[in-house]
């Protein structure tokens, strides 16, 4: 079928994107609060305790925006997703056991992969950690990268001063929710959210399944010390 351009969506509001936009709300709040949570971490040095993310405030200069994922007419079976890309990182390579000899390796086939399943016409979520090099190195990647691109910025994604980086992204957010059919949210975060139906979230009371999309655990499990 027929994929409509992106500047031709109908983003007209109906009773559905209401509650879309109160899900998209209530997730941003369940997230921030969660990156303020304190959380325990063993080292090889011993155990300490900290913010889930450093720096949490940080994260509050990502602003709420819609998406082109609430309007209709969006053929959501073109809509993709990956995360931690990792760009210019040599290390990550060993950190998470990836196939690679080097990044030069990984760049190529990371775009090979990636061109070889999205289109120019489709939609990729980028769940977070783009790259290590400056932003117009970055962005110079990027623009080798087809598709309409919505980044959920990440711990990476912010410069050494705490700001978010100037990427070159279609959208850029914090958290994001997309809506399925039969009250079935996808919730895309960059750290995971362990339960999305937390006592304090609307969640329950709407009577919505909010399911929690994440990157930044790599190769481990929400269940190890990531």
Known sequence: SHIPRWDQINMATTMSTKMLDVVN?????????????EKLYVTESGNRKGTRANYPSMYDQVNARDSILDGDGIDKSRVFVWSDQHFFHSNIIKYANRPFADVDEMHSVLLANYKAVVRPNDICIWVGDVGFAK????????????????????????????KLRDLNFDEIHLTLAVEFPDNLFLG?????????????????????????VHGHTHDKTIESDY
């Open 25 to 37: 709300s209530d997730l941003r709040t369940l997230y921030v609060d969660h990156l303020h949570d």
């Open 135 to 162: 932003d117009p190195t970055i962005n110079h990647m990027l623009d080798a990268y087809p598709g309409y691109k919505i980044l959920i910025a990440g711990n990476h994604d912010f410069g050494k001063r705490k």
């Open 188 to 212: 895309f975060t960059h750290f995971p959210l362990e339960d999305c139906k937390l006592p304090n979230s609307q969640f329950t009371n709407l009577g919505v399944d909010v399911r929690n």
